[in-house]
């Protein structure tokens, strides 16, 4: 039966292809296809695998304490009982003969399959035995992945790992509960065409890597995860935030007339690639990349970004369990971000961890805390000195080998202002102390607090350069969890005091004579183009999915008609997108 699901849209676009549920396993789960081959042997790895915890869980019986409360005998008893359970077995044997699905892959998809089974039974003592199944299938995963059984490791990774490498030519689309944005980053190389997940905001960090993978997407979906079921077709409309399950044949054919319209619509922007970016009344726009690893530079070249705006740098420290990189990788990354530029200025920002980017995917605050309140980006950094001086380290050494900006986030105090400033000298003076060479930087600070944006002025007297993170700014301005699609709809970067904080940054940056620019996700999308330039930002810094789709706004706005008209939105206390023509 045919049924939609509803969500926020993030990512544009329409994908047809076949739902992969994707379980939030304790553990990582690779998930890739196997060589027709190799059917047996990843049928043998997994019964290897089981066998191994059968004999684990019978020793743990038989050495059971005197002590031991008697339950534990009989948890392990129902725990050895699935794991001979017939179903079990066959099903996951079904995923890797006839889907081809690795084994981890498999055992995950079919737990998921008998957890629903689970559900909807009446008789409750049946119904828990679920949490029995999932720890069966973990222990089995631990086991694959060479692990400590999780009676020892009680390290809690909610996320998945994609290695995707496909051998079949059914567009695959990915369903999930949640995914961290680190889990997203694995999927920059994986054969996916579009993804929903449950929970997550427009701005939430997942939604802004998806929308770096220029895939359709879908967050805040809530129940989605529920109602599709592997394997399901689906229709997945990144434009309207509307995922269609089963759809009928004459459904089918209107998107599929949707989706090629779509791919005509690139091919013709893809052509204002090379064209300068001047308005109608000759003024000169630089439309800037936003980036999250260093690879991504070739996709800001391939439209025709005039340098990085924003690569943040924190993608390269998450998920990796603690393992953080230290100077020489750092500096390596750096370096290959710069060298892909070509010449043209990078802007690093020092790592922006906490909040939706956790450095641990596991890590959980108790939840009467906001980590978004919490400590993030630059209060982390000053609070580990040593992580920090590293970093700037290695952005100093980069900086020999091409134009390099460094940017502070979430800068709100004075005092948080100087420490960073002298960190910075320090860094400096531990590398000449060395005798170790470093290149010129010039020093930004992003205005992503409204308390940053209410004393511009010492921000000015600081900083070379300033930038309006708006997701944050919109976030702190109105006390909107950015994550949260519970609050979706309060997020309003067309709020008076928003629109207010905005205007005066711009205002203050030209009048100083600095320059400022917007990297926040407002300056990606297309609707909002006219208005900035009218508030007279002249820097806008996005993904390099959206760079296209803004120039064409720029070149067809005249700059001296829309200043009027956003002066008059600043005055509105409901203020609407309607430009003048
Ligand atoms: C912002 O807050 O607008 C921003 C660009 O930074 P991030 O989205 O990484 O918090
Ligand atoms: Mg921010």
């Known amino acids: 039966m045919s049924f939609t699901i509803h969500g926020l849209a993030v990512a544009r676009g329409i994908a047809i292809g076949r739902a992969v549920l994707v379980a939030s396993s304790r553990v990582d789960v690779a998930h890739y296809f196997i060589d027709p081959e190799h059917v047996n042997a990843e049928i043998r790895r997994i019964a290897n695998a089981r066998d191994a915890v059968v004999q684990e869980l019978q020793h743990l019986l038989q050495h059971m304490p005197k002590d031991a409360p008697h339950e534990l005998a009989a948890i392990l008893e129902v725990h050895l009982m699935l794991l001979e359970d017939q179903t079990l077995i066959d099903g996951v044997k079904h995923w890797i003969r006839d889907r081809l699905y690795n084994a981890e892959w498999a055992l995950s998809t079919q737990y998921e399959t008998v957890a629903r089974q689970f559900d909807e039974m009446d008789d409750i003592y049946l119904r828990e035995r679920k949490g029995d199944l999932e720890q069966v299938v973990e222990r089995i995963l631990r086991h694959m992945k060479g692990l400590p059984d999780a009676t020892q490791a009680h390290a809690r990774t909610s996320g998945v790992q994609a290695e995707m490498v496909d051998h079949t030519d059914t567009p695959l689309i990915l369903v999930a509960h949640d995914l961290s944005p680190a889990d997203m980053l694995t999927f920059k190389q994986s054969v996916f065409v579009g993804f929903i997940t449950d929970v997550g905001g427009k701005t ?214 100087r420490q960073t400033l002298h960190h910075i000298d320090e860094a400096r003076n531990q590398l000449r102390a060395k005798g170790v060479s470093f290149g010129p930087v010039q020093i930004g600070a992003m205005i992503e607090v409204p308390a940053a944006a209410l004393m511009l002025d010492t921000f000015l007297r600081h900083f070379d350069f300033l930038s309006l993170g708006t997701n944050d700014l919109i976030q702190y301005t109105l006390a909107i969890d950015r994550a949260d699609e519970e609050v979706a709809h309060l997020y309003d970067p067309m709020h008076p005091a928003v629109l207010r904080l905005i205007a005066s940054t711009i205002a203050a940056g030209a009048a100083s004579g600095k320059a400022v620019s917007v990297c926040g996700e407002m300056a990606g999308d297309p609707q909002y183009t006219k208005l900035l330039l009218g508030l007279g930002l002249r820097q806008f810094s996005m993904h390099p999915t959206q760079v296209l789709r803004v120039k064409q706004e720029v070149l067809r706005a005249d700059t001296r008609k829309l200043v009027g008209w956003a002066r008059s939105l600043l005055a509105s206390d409901a203020p609407s997108l309607n430009p003048p023509a």
């Open 204 to 417: 939430s960090h997942t939604a802004i890597v998806a929308r770096s993978l220029d895939i359709p997407a879908i967050v805040g979906a809530r129940t989605a995860s529920q109602l599709v079921q592997q394997d399901d077709w689906v229709i997945l409309d990144g434009d309207a935030g509307v995922m269609i399950v089963d759809p009928s044949p004459i459904v089918l054919e209107e998107y599929a007339f949707k989706q090629r319209q779509t791919t005509l619509d690139r091919e013709r922007l893809s052509r204002l690639r090379t064209t300068p970016c001047v308005t109608l009344d000759g003024e000169r726009i630089e439309l800037l990349a936003n980036i999250e690893l260093p690879g991504d530079a070739d996709a800001a070249l391939g439209v025709g970004a005039v340098g990085v705006g924003l690569f943040r740098s924190e993608f390269l420290f998450m998920g990796r369990d603690r393992d953080l990189p230290g100077e020489e990788e750092q500096f390596k990354a750096y370096c290959r971000a710069i060298e892909g530029m070509k010449g043209l200025p990078v802007t690093i920002r020092t790592i922006d961890i906490g909040a939706d980017k956790p450095l641990d995917r596991g890590a959980k605050e108790p939840t009467y805390l906001n980590p978004a309140l919490g400590l993030r980006a630059i209060r982390w950094s000053l609070a580990d000195p040593d992580m920090f001086l590293t970093q700037l380290r290695a952005m100093l050494r980069a900086a020999a080998y091409g134009p390099v900006k460094i940017m502070i986030p979430m800068l709100a105090h004075l005092g948080e202002i």
